[in-house]
């Protein structure tokens, strides 16, 4: 199962986030205790005053090649795990995704 849900104006992507993970990157996908899949995403910056969660921002829209105003934070601002919108077209959103976690799982 993908942690990520298409929509019309985008995709919703389930992340679990690891700050001061000592360098910045997508790690692949990971299968939670509870069954829900997240993407696994690691920055370096600390998670106090909202450092972590901007750097996960600016992470996601780089690699998924989209300005960083397309890239928004629907929950988890002080969780590790976080439910972040993308706005764009959702067929190439997913296949950026999917290429990205896939090239990391193997």
Not at 74 to 83: D, F, I, N, V
């Amino acid at each position: 199962m993908n942690p990520w849900r298409y929509s019309n104006d985008g995709i919703t992507v389930a992340l679990r986030v690891t700050p001061r993970g000592g360098r910045d990157g997508i790690d692949g996908v990971e299968t939670l205790a509870d069954g829900r899949s997240v993407v696994k995403v690691r920055v370096r910056a600390v998670a106090d005053g909202g450092e972590a969660n901007r750097a996960v921002m600016e992470l996601l829209a780089r690699a998924l090649g989209v300005p960083k105003a397309r890239v928004r934070l629907l929950s988890g601002a002080t969780s590790r795990l976080k439910q972040v919108a993308v706005d764009g077209d959702p067929a190439k959103l997913g296949e950026a995704l999917r290429a990205l976690t896939l090239e990391k799982d193997k």
